[in-house]
């Protein structure tokens, strides 16, 4: 599914989030009972394409971390995953055998098979 027109936009936020994504991180946080929590969204070096996303709860920030706010919800990054991030539009998709966040990056250049991985 590809991300929608209508994805929320923070303030000078280099990424965007669709407000579907949006409503299923509150509903995360809350669920784990940290509604004030944040999400943290990272690119790590792995997987057989070079890169892996990383998408888990933050309950504090770290040194040049960059926090933003999308509706309420707190994504927070770090310097180096903001390179990779940037234009990403994370999405959530609901699909017959299974549901889940979506990283839509227009700065992929490959990836692999199972979808757990991308190189740029």
């Known amino acids: 599914m590809e991300a929608t027109a209508t ?11 669709t407000p579907r994504a949006v409503q299923k991180a509150r509903e995360q946080l809350q ?3 940290t509604p004030g929590a944040m999400l943290r969204l990272g690119v790590r070096g792995g997987g057989c394409s070079g890169f892996a996303y990383v998408l ?8 040049r971390d960059q926090v933003f706010d999308f509706d309420g919800v707190r994504l927070v990054v770090d310097p180096k995953s903001l390179v990779f991030l940037r234009g990403v ?17 227009p700065n992929e250049a490959s990836g692999c098979g199972c979808g757990e991985s991308f190189s740029v």
Request: charged residues 30%; without cysteine; aromatic residues 10%.
């Open 89 to 105: 539009t994370l999405d959530y998709e609901t699909k017959l055998m299974s549901h889940g966040f979506k990283f839509v990056n």
């Open 7 to 17: 994805a929320v936009e923070a303030p000078a936020a280099p990424l965007r989030v």
């Open 31 to 33: 669920k784990r009972g």
């Open 56 to 63: 888990e709860f933050a309950d504090e920030t770290r040194l």
